[in-house]
């Protein structure tokens, strides 16, 4: 292969534009899905809180409204036993029989419940369900906090006259005689067994969001992942983009070198029909009818070279391909009928066979010539003075199948898919370029190529395309054989 020197080009404005551009657009991606995940994720938390503090308020909500109902209607008790015995104070209420039946029944057995109590209004406790209590003076500040959440009239306590230091959540009724507010009357659930029965009824709910808070982590996990390795494979097909602009110019030479070689098949074939043409004119040979064919065939090459050098020189963009339906049995005895001097002189056998029906692809002319050419010429190559080519032309259902098989040195295994690559070639001045059109041509037109080994000696290599069911519209090649 020839060499080349390598070329570094110099970071242009619009690269480093182009580099800002990039970094700049991962940067607002970054900050764009994080912001988004955040977001989720908030309100993800929110919708915790929400429902935990949802099924909170509902059950304080439930047990207070019971204390309340219970306070409310022990405070009616007591009232309708003042109004019996004509009393206008509780500590006039000396027959409290009825309330400690009550007590016994209602709030002793509920172990829930941190006390019940008729509180006068001098702050003296008159009754309690403890009785060693009643007597005792309430403090200035008997409550430590409102419990909102529970109701305006729901207080936290651990008042020692009261609760003993227990800590509990207490809701008041007053007590009226003649429409005169005598006291009031107390009670509380305990603070610790209101907040387990709060934790149980809450235990569902957490369960159910500790399921979802893991999806939208696992959510969260997979898309930052998915994001850093997008930006990455980003970062790295830029680079690539850059290393492959920079490999573009050091390959400039090995193109040139390349178009030597993509042009010298031409250009022999035209110099022996050239020199068949001034030797019959030494020996004035009349054939004005061949004389004419060579001519055309000349013509043709030149126009095939030009073309040539328009693809080899934009070889990343090709010319876009004019297909039309071909046989394939005509442009491979064309093709044939081009080469024959270059093979004869050779004393190279070819063998062909095609088969009995017309073998139609669609196909642009040109290019499919020019992969016979460079097929055949490579295994002309390939072999020393003498041997011989098969080419086979079969028909396979939809497919049409072309075969060109030599007996030359053949093509090691490890290198049949290598030999398609741009620059990579087997021959000491080769440049890889002849088989890298071939696969390009061959692939564009919708069809596949590959190498194999020739069962007796040397390379096989087997293309297939598409088969066309339209009969083609005849051309005057200047390679198709003359009319008869």
């Not at 002849?434 to 061959?442: E, H, Q, S, T, Y």
Request: charged content about 25%; glycine content about 6%.
């Amino acid at each position: 292969m020839p060499s080349s020197t390598p070329y570094y080009q110099p970071v242009s404005p619009a690269q480093r534009e182009n580099d800002q551009r990039v970094f700049r657009w991962m940067a607002a991606a970054y900050l764009g899905v994080g912001a988004t995940l955040c977001f989720v994720l908030g309100v993800a938390i929110w919708g915790v809180y929400h429902d935990l503090s949802q099924v909170r308020v509902t059950y304080l909500s439930v047990e207070m409204n019971r204390l309340r109902t219970h306070a409310s209607r022990t405070a009616a008790l007591i009232q309708d036993e003042l109004h019996k015995e004509d009393k206008k104070s509780l500590d006039e209420l000396e027959n409290d029989l009825f309330l400690r039946n009550h007590w016994e029944r209602y709030v002793i057995p509920d172990r829930s419940r941190v006390y019940a109590a008729v509180v006068g209004t001098n702050n003296i406790i008159i009754k309690h369900s403890d009785k060693s209590r009643e007597g005792k003076p309430l403090e200035s500040v008997w409550y430590d906090r409102p419990v909102l959440e529970a109701g305006e009239d729901v207080v936290e306590t651990h008042s020692q006259a009261l609760a003993g230091g227990v800590p509990g959540y207490n809701v008041n009724s007053p007590i009226y005689v003649n429409n005169v507010l005598i006291g009031t009357y107390h009670s509380a659930l305990r603070k610790d067994s209101v907040e387990k029965a709060v934790v149980d009824r809450q235990s569902p709910t957490k369960r159910i969001w500790t399921y979802l808070l893991t999806l939208i982590g696992l959510i969260v996990a997979i898309s930052g992942g998915s994001l850093f390795f997008i930006s990455r494979r980003m970062v790295m097909l830029h680079e690539s983009v850059k290393l492959t602009r920079a490999r573009r110019f050091a390959e400039l030479g090995q193109l040139m070198a390349g178009i030597v070689h993509e042009i010298r098949n031409p250009l022999n074939a035209m110099r022996l029909n050239l020199h068949v043409l001034s030797r019959r004119q030494e020996l004035n040979e009349p054939a004005p009818e061949e004389h004419g064919e060579i001519i055309r065939e000349t013509n043709y090459e030149i126009e095939r070279v030009e073309g040539l050098l328009r693809i080899l020189l934009g070889y990343a963009r090709p010319d876009n391909p004019r297909n039309e339906i071909l046989d394939v049995r005509s442009e491979v005895q064309a093709t044939l009928m081009f080469l024959r001097p270059l093979l004869e002189r050779a004393e190279i056998l070819v063998k062909a066979t095609f088969p009995e029906q017309p073998a139609l692809v669609v196909m642009d002319r040109d290019r499919f010539r020019q992969i016979l050419l460079n097929l055949i010429n490579n295994a002309r190559e390939a072999m020393d003075i003498g041997g011989c080519i098969q080419i086979q032309v079969k028909l396979l259902g939809e497919k049409v199948e072309v075969v060109v098989a030599d007996d030359g040195p053949g093509v090691p295994s490890s290198h049949r898919e290598r030999i398609f690559e741009p620059f990579f070639s087997t021959k000491e001045l080769g440049t890889g370029l002849g088989l890298a059109i071939v696969r390009r041509f061959v692939e564009e037109g919708g069809g596949s190529i590959t190498c194999e080994s020739n069962q007796a000696q040397g390379a096989l290599f087997r293309l297939r395309f598409v088969a066309s069911q339209t009969d083609p519209v005849p051309t005057n090649s200047a390679l198709s054989p003359p009319a008869k």
